[in-house]
């Protein structure tokens, strides 16, 4: 955690609300994202228990799983999820652009165009908290190999149809929230936590609750006794007044509630089971079709407990959503939206191209390619905010790796050891920041017309003297608007404002000695794995 | 440089151990059944020697050679070394067109830099960074190759360059920083070929015929210092120190005024080691009194001209032979602010070097001043209790190592005992940081001074 955030979090505890981190906002969001609130049953890892999804504030979709053991129930719970997701996850796959660029045979040298594909748009899916993107995950890992009954061995169990598909698409999206900056499959924890510092740790700020509590407390109330009545306070019955935001649930309630409601369910339904009509006994002598309707009633039971949860849930990330509209985006955004969409885009296009799921480990390579990509990112991401949001460069201007300031004086210079003089003039900044440069460090101009490399030449008594040394055009005197004026405000940084291209890596089947060689699954079908030379083409 | 076999060397005494041990090396690198050979060498071992003697046999055997270091300054000071002590070796310098060699490495007429490897294949030996390695293609591969501090060196990096050669010669200090990264690997945590671990721990894991060798001797680390960084970083690859109790001094010409600064400094000519605690307080990471502290133990130590005596001869204590390590990159430059503020020079040849233990790997210094990572915390993460970290800013050191602490760091440590999860497939390391900490904790104690 930065000097300023811990600086943020102490004025939230004395302020009694959460402090803004940011003047923009800083990840995309859709015009209209889609929803999801997932529950995991307890005592089974991954084990789905229901979730409240969809695009409409007014009109979620509750589906449940009224027998979490039960693989029957789980199945058709899954299948129910991808007749609401697929849909909305395949919707963006058709309006597309067109992009050609040139590239140059390695072999040949000659010049060729490539067409490829661009997604317009892409699906954006938002839950409340980290542990809802890793349940999507889990749940991806647990049905992407599933038979169905349209494969040629479907085996015992087979799966219904379109439930692997969504195990990749989820997989997929898992992946990609992996990758620093992007926006594909997002937690609100972690997008409110991005933009406002309550009074409270980053670990209390996993639960969605408190932390709203902290950034709208309500009237009356000061974050801190909101956030304690949201993670403590609870109901006639014992009842947490604000449930957890999933995926895991109040043990008070599985213990109270819901597991004598499944009991229930349980009992009905193997009272309505044909098999068991001919057992003597009171209930047997009841006709079918009542039992069926207790059968039913006990789920919607079940229903009703979960709907209570999870509704509540449901409107703190509609509150989040809305908390977060109130920023301007920030001016990067498109920019690395642009990204996600190519990962969209390439998701589609290997499911186009009927290439298998997902491996359950990466190799070597793609391993190494996602930790270069993710790397890149992250610097991509920090420089970006930076750029876009003066609180962010404070960040840096505090650690002495960047300076910001008035200019007081530009003198004009040229360096006159080529052919012809070029221009590097001096200019000096005043600024209460104290970078940690020395002469001769170099320096990157930010938010200047063009990017524009300098060197420090001294630093003392608040006034830094810059060198400018590129982006000012070929001539002898500098492009008008190149150099600041005096008066300007400026901002120099230490590090540099773009990402370094990462180095080209073997080929999976080129996996070299060191690494045990290519393979086994590569060797076969070269074709196959997320991680192949279009992953990374595609996702940047 | 830290000579293999110092002049007067007892029979079987460690010059004999070491030339042995490097014997087996080469002979297991040029002829042994296995493409890969792994040389652990504790801090000084003499593993800079080694590569110069490794490269020397295999060009003299007709071989084309390159060798990969991890930065710039690493390569430049390769290649220096290489064509000092093998002047008819012809170097080649593979640079980056954004990073010029530096002048010391080019000044020897045999070594040619170029930005191409196409330039440089009429070289025996060419040099350049893991990083640059990575972009070469349309080359035929070399037979050989020598990969220099393999251990931190990234797998995913050794990925990249491993097409280019056929064997390789794997020299590094497992004992130092791990390779990092500053985003999550814990997908990858347990494989063996996880991108983010070191090059040398996934070569092992394909390729469990590698039996590490180990280079047994010291000839950096003092008498007085060999024993603890053995014992609390090497358990279980001991290695003693080349030179004997007596044969390193530190004499200061001129006596202490009795500040804390001075009273820390005599400890450390005594004993080799020396503590300066400062009163326990939770401060910023800069600390401003812990600072001026280090600044003002290394303005004393200039003042008090002081003179090393060694194997090597008498030398003066200047601040070139002088270092301050300290944990991170603004701390570094908090204290070259206030060396600065006391007129002592931070750059340039003649200048003391203040760097982070990341920078200050492979380096070699008679004194090093070093701002303990703990100090002043609250708490202790996982990066300040790295092993490497610690070892890294304990083992820079030819006669003496200064610590500037706040005190209450034991009870720190007691108040964190390590919670990183264990990792299915995830070699433990031995010892934890937490447990190293506290052993070299446990030894400077006995040489404090409290200020």
């Not at chain 1, 892409?122 to 980290?130: E, F, G, T, Y």
């Not at chain 1, 990402?499 to 699954?521: F, I, K, M, V």
């Not at chain 2, 985003?183 to 070569?203: I, N």
């Amino acid at each position: 955690m930065s000097l300023l955030t811990t600086m943020a979090r102490l004025e939230a505890v004395r302020s009694g609300h959460a402090e803004p981190l940011a003047t923009v906002r800083h990840r995309h969001l859709a015009e209209r994202p889609m929803l999801l609130v997932p529950l995991a049953a307890a005592g089974e890892t991954g084990a789905p228990l229901a979730v409240l999804l969809g695009r409409d504030r007014e009109r979620p979709r509750l589906l449940t799983v009224p027998q979490p053991l039960d693989r029957e129930r789980r199945f058709a719970f899954l299948a129910d999820l991808a007749d609401e997701l697929l849909p909305y996850l395949e919707s963006f796959g058709e309006a597309v652009e067109v992009l050609t660029k040139e590239t140059r045979d390695s072999g040949t040298g000659e010049q060729t165009e490539v067409s490829r594909e661009l997604c317009l748009d892409a699906p954006q899916l938002i839950v409340p908290n980290r542990g809802g993107v890793d349940l999507l995950g889990l749940l991806g890992r647990s049905t992407r190999f599933r038979r169905t009954a349209e494969d040629p061995d479907p085996g015992p169990y087979p799966a219904p149809p379109r439930v692997p598909l969504l195990g990749r698409w989820l997989t997929h999206l898992r992946e990609r929230s992996q990758v620093p900056g992007s926006s594909l499959l997002l937690a609100m924890t972690d997008l409110l936590g991005r933009h406002w510092a309550t009074g409270q740790s980053t670990l209390e700020d996993q639960h969605l609750g408190a932390l709203l509590a902290w950034i709208d407390p309500p009237a009356g109330l000061t974050g801190a006794q909101a956030a304690l009545r949201a993670e403590t306070a609870r109901d006639e019955r014992g009842q947490l007044l604000c449930p957890p935001a999933g995926p895991t649930t109040d043990p008070q309630f599985d213990s109270s509630l819901l597991a004598p409601a499944i009991v229930r369910y349980d009992a009905a339904r193997l009272l309505a089971d044909p098999s068991h009509q001919q057992s003597p006994g009171a209930a047997g002598r009841r006709p079918h079709a009542e039992l069926r309707e207790q059968s039913a009633a006990r789920e919607r039971d079940i229903d009703g407990l979960l709907e209570a949860v999870l509704t509540p849930v449901w409107e703190q990330l509609w509150h989040g959503l809305d908390l977060l509209r109130g920023l301007p985006p920030a001016a990067h955004l498109p920019d690395r939206w642009t990204g996600d969409r190519w990962s969209y885009t390439a998701h589609r296009d290997r499911l186009a191209a009927g290439e298998p799921p997902q491996p359950v480990r990466d190799d070597a390579v793609t391993a190494a390619r996602k930790l270069a990509q993710r790397e890149r990112e992250q610097t991509t991401v920090g420089v970006q905010e930076a750029l876009d949001d003066p609180l962010a460069m404070a960040e840096h201007r505090l650690t002495g790796e960047a300076l910001a300031g008035v200019v007081t004086e530009v003198e004009p210079a040229h360096d006159t050891s080529g052919k012809s003089p070029r221009p590097r003039p001096l200019v000096t900044v005043r600024t209460v920041d104290r970078p940690h440069a020395e002469p001769g460090t170099e320096l990157h101009r930010a938010g200047g017309p063009t990017s524009q490399r300098a060197e420090l030449v001294a630093a003392a008594h608040g006034r830094v003297t810059v060198r400018l040394l590129s982006g000012m055009g070929r001539k002898k005197e500098p492009e008008p608007g190149s150099v600041p004026e005096v008066g300007d405000q400026v901002c120099f940084t230490l590090f540099e404002l773009t990402a370094r291209q990462s180095a080209p890596l073997p080929e999976p089947e080129d996996t070299p000695w060191t690494h045990g060689g290519p393979p086994p699954a590569h060797s076969a079908a070269p074709t196959v794995g997320v991680g192949s030379a279009t992953e990374e083409g595609a996702d940047r | 440089m830290s000579p293999l076999s110092p002049a007067p060397s007892p029979p079987d005494g460690p010059g004999a151990e070491a030339d042995q041990a490097v014997s087996a090396i080469l002979e297991a690198a040029v002829r042994g059944a296995e493409r890969g050979t792994v040389v652990d060498s504790p801090p000084g071992a003499g593993k800079s020697t080694l590569v110069v003697k490794a490269a020397r046999e295999l060009v003299a055997a007709g071989e084309r050679l390159m060798i990969v270091a991890q930065t710039n300054s690493q390569v430049d000071d390769l290649v220096d070394r290489l064509a000092t002590a093998a002047p008819e070796l012809s170097i080649g310098r593979l640079h980056g067109s954004d990073a010029a060699p530096d002048p010391a490495a080019l000044r020897h007429p045999m070594v040619l830099p170029s930005t191409k490897a196409a330039d440089l294949l009429g070289q025996s030996v060419v040099v350049s960074t893991a990083a640059k390695w990575q972009w070469v293609k349309g080359v035929d591969p070399w037979r050989h190759a020598i990969v220099d501090e393999a251990y931190q060196m990234r797998s995913d990096a050794l990925l990249a360059v491993a097409r280019l050669f056929e064997r390789a010669l794997f020299v590094g200090d497992p004992g130092q920083l791990d390779p990092f990264t500053i985003v999550g690997t814990e997908q990858w945590a347990g494989l063996s070929y996880d991108p983010s671990s070191s090059a040398v721990v996934t070569l092992l894991a394909h390729n469990p015929g590698i039996v590490p060798h180990r280079l047994p001797v010291s000839w950096r680390l003092p008498a007085s210092a060999a024993p603890l960084i053995s014992a609390a970083f090497y358990p279980y690859a001991p290695f003693r120190a080349g030179t004997g109790p007596g044969d390193r001094l530190l004499r200061l010409r001129s006596a202490g005024d009795g500040s804390a600064a001075d009273r820390v400094i005599d400890i450390a000519a005594e004993s080799g080691w020396g503590l300066l605690e400062l009163p326990a307080r939770h401060t910023v990471r800069t600390d401003p009194e812990a600072v001026r502290t280090v600044a003002q133990v290394v303005r004393r130590l200039l003042d008090r001209r002081g003179s090393c005596r060694s194997e090597r001869g008498e030398s003066d204590l200047t601040a070139d032979r002088i270092a301050v390590g300290t944990a991170h990159r603004d701390q570094a430059a908090a204290v070259r602010a206030a060396l600065t503020g006391l007129g002592v020079p931070t750059s340039g040849a003649g200048g003391v070097t203040v760097d982070t233990a990341n920078r200050l790997q492979g380096r070699e210094y008679d004194v090093t001043v070093v701002l303990h990572p703990l100090s002043g915390r609250p708490d202790a993460t996982a990066f300040h209790l790295e092993t490497g970290r610690l070892c890294v800013l304990a083992s820079r050191h030819r006669h003496a190592c200064i610590v500037v602490a706040r005190a209450g760091i034991a009870d720190l440590l007691d108040e964190h005992p390590s919670t990183e999860p264990l990792r299915l497939g995830v070699t433990v390391k031995f010892p934890d940081g937490w447990e190293a900490n506290h052993a070299v904790l446990a030894h400077l104690a006995e040489h404090r001074a409290v200020g």
